[in-house]
């Protein structure tokens, strides 16, 4: 018997093939006929895209080992971006780029001419000179200056202890004090959160939910105090080197918050619009005080000298008689609030405000009487109380900034307590975060590293991320509730936290560097010796 060829099978299969399909084309419904030539090359063109990927993916080489193939740790989200301010004069950048540089992930490569942080103009870096004219012979300058009643800088007299929010000087401070790339980046994510949540008339509200249309935006309700808020606001701002006067991205902000503040001055000078009780009086009047008088340093505003001045005179009238300033004017102090008075008289000083002698010595007086020691090692929240840590931090920052020297017994002995406290203590307390910061930063002795490592690190990574309305802020509940977030609320513990990161920079270092933290070239001295005095 004959075999059917391979052919003939073949074509008989087909034929088969052919005849089933044309059976099972006429049960089908008509628009499904009409479409199925569609769906047959649509799913055809797919299967092929699909194979032309794999191939692709599979025809490249693989990477060499140990190449990053991106930057870890670069300034993009912010500092990078095509911002109408980040032009020429911006204070990011001196390029004309429409993609700015931004840090470098190895610090020591920074190019301090194109560093990516903020400018100040020439004319403003010499605080309260600046009205003199350049034919002034160097003797007569020197004569002419306002000598201030606060320890200064280890600086050359003509340079304001702002100096350090400078562009090239900001970027040597970062890298020579502790901070990083990550810490830069942190600032910047708060600085923008800060400036979403302004409020339309240019305050701000320690409650900034009621500022933000997103309904992303969490709803915690805090104390109330536009006062305060507007200045704590206004602080991290200028502490990063952003002014109303330079063109920059938060230059309207800025104009448009010490605005609100200059609309809320009463006739008496005070800034208080007593819309948050009788506890937040010399609270907000304080750090309302400190925004205007450092905005004034920086820029020489005119416009700024005569509130400022109003302001200073009322401090100088709600004074204690024994030399203390507490919630409510001429009532007996407390040192939380005698500190915020006395940064804000160092800001007023440093702009070239006169401070009277008298007024610096009552000060001086009072932290007496506060101090729980015979040396002053201590500090109680009132006269006669126990000590407590979060005191003992701010009493002796004040006694830095009113003259005392790195060496004096009380300063070493109750900093290293300080740190010791700090490392044995897991409550979060931003407040005294802060204080004991700035104190342990202006010793720079073999404690300052450590515990710069610690709360540098602790604040970058409890600053919320994400696309979130609350990027870049810090919660005051989560992930631990902060010991005053939880009533000041989450633009309290923002700005603290954004103060306590520009520490390396934002003030200059209060004393002469006698044994680098990290030697090397860079991690030498900035200035001449420090023309701090005794009280």
């Given amino acids: ?218 709803q915690r309700p805090a104390m109330q105090s536009d006062t305060a808020a507007t200045g704590l606001a206004l602080l991290p701002l200028l502490g990063a080197g952003h002014t109303h006067t330079q063109p920059g991205r938060y230059q309207q902000s800025i104009a448009r918050g010490l605005a609100w503040l200059l609309n809320a001055q009463q006739p008496d000078g005070a800034f208080y619009l007593h819309d948050g009780g009788n506890h937040a009086y010399l609270y907000s009047h304080a750090i309302a005080t400190m925004a205007v008088c450092e905005a004034y340093a920086l820029t020489q505003d005119k416009r700024l000298r005569a509130p400022a001045q109003r302001a200073v005179a009322f401090i100088a009238r709600s004074q204690h008689v024994l030399g203390g300033w507490r919630y409510q004017p001429m009532t007996e102090g407390d040192t939380s609030v005698h500190g915020w008075v006395l940064f804000a008289l160092r800001s007023a000083d440093i702009a070239g405000i006169p401070i009277s002698k008298r007024l610096i010595r009552n000060a001086s007086r009072y932290l007496d009487n506060a101090a729980a020691d015979k040396i002053g090692a201590s500090y109680a929240y009132q006269p006669g109380r126990p000590p407590t840590p979060t005191m003992t931090a701010e009493g002796l920052v004040c006694r830095q900034i009113l003259g005392w020297p790195r060496e004096t017994p009380a300063l070493l002995q109750g900093s290293a307590a300080v740190f010791q406290h700090l490392q044995q203590d897991n409550d979060r307390n931003i407040y005294y975060w802060y204080y004991a910061t700035m104190l342990l930063h202006n010793m720079r002795d073999k404690n300052w590293k450590t515990w710069n490592e610690q709360i540098r690190e602790t604040l970058i990574n409890l600053q919320v991320r994400g696309k979130g309305c609350d990027a870049g802020s810090w919660d005051p509940i989560s992930p631990s509730p902060d010991a005053w977030g939880k009533s000041a609320g989450r633009l309290y513990t923002t700005s603290l936290s954004l103060l306590t990161l520009e520490v390396y920079y934002r003030y200059l270092p209060l004393y002469r560097d006698t044994s680098p933290i990290d030697g090397g070239d860079d991690a030498a001295p900035l200035t001449a010796e420090s023309s701090a005095a005794s009280p």
């Fill in 1 to 218: 018997m004959l075999r059917p060829s391979r052919r003939s099978a073949w074509a008989s299969l087909r034929t088969r093939l052919r005849w089933s399909w044309r059976r099972f084309e006429r049960r089908l419904p008509e628009s499904t006929r009409r479409s199925l030539p569609w769906a047959t090359s649509l799913l055809a063109h797919a299967l092929a895209l699909f194979l032309l990927a794999v191939v692709i993916r599979f025809a490249q080489p693989d990477p060499p080992t140990g190449v990053v193939l991106e930057p870890i740790g670069q300034l993009r989200d912010d500092v990078t971006s095509l911002h109408p301010g980040d032009r020429p004069g911006d204070s990011f950048t001196t390029l004309d780029s429409l993609d700015p540089p931004s840090l470098p992930p190895d610090l020591s490569r920074i190019d301090e001419t194109i560093l990516a942080v903020a400018e100040l103009p020439p004319e403003v870096q010499l605080g309260p000179n600046l009205d003199l004219t350049p034919s002034v012979a160097p003797g007569e300058l020197a004569a002419s200056l306002n000598p201030g009643r606060f320890a200064r800088p280890a600086s050359g007299s003509l340079t304001s202890p702002m100096l350090g929010r400078s562009r090239v000087e900001r970027a040597r401070l970062v890298r020579r004090e502790g901070g990083t790339v990550e810490s830069e980046a942190a600032v910047e994510r708060g600085l923008d959160w800060i400036a979403r949540h302004q409020r339309a008339d240019g305050g701000w509200s320690l409650d900034t939910s009621n500022a933000c249309s997103q309904p992303s935006c969490p």
